[in-house]
């Protein structure tokens, strides 16, 4: 069965730095656009970052571009997410997804991780 299995997340002072990196199997990774969501407490998910087949296109949210980065191995069926600049409002749980289709919309993903918890401390 499909399995995306997010890893990297932690506890972090405002300002620092994280990469997030999700192993997908069970899939044929390449043909799926990998996005990353965050979910914070009482707020719905919200798109992060995605990133297209083959990696030519990626896209942002405004309140992430500049700051994060992200990136996909396809021999490795790994999509990872730098994360720089860390800002207490990046604090949420993190997760990554698989999609037929581009990309910023979550009902667009069929395949989801279980999530990894970011949080950012003053």
């Known amino acids: 069965q499909v399995q995306l299995v997010e890893s990297g997340g932690g506890l972090v002072q405002a300002g620092g730095s994280l990469r997030l990196s999700c192993a997908a199997s069970?899939?044929?990774?390449?043909?799926?656009?990998m996005g990353w969501f965050r979910q914070a407490p009482g707020k719905e998910r919200e798109f992060v970052a995605a990133?297209?087949?083959?990696?030519?296109?990626?896209y942002y949210a405004d309140s992430v571009k500049g700051r994060f980065t992200i990136s996909r191995d396809n021999a490795k069926n790994t999509v990872y997410l730098q994360m720089n600049s860390l800002k207490l409002e990046d604090t949420a749980v993190y997760y990554c997804?698989?999609?037929?289709?581009?990309?910023?919309?979550?009902?667009?993903?069929?395949?989801w991780g279980q999530g990894t918890q970011v949080t950012v401390s003053s």
């Open positions: 990133i297209t087949w083959t990696g030519g296109r990626t």
């Open positions: 069970g899939l044929t990774f390449s043909s799926y656009v």
């Open positions: 997804g698989g999609s037929w289709q581009c990309c910023s919309d979550p009902k667009g993903y069929g395949y």
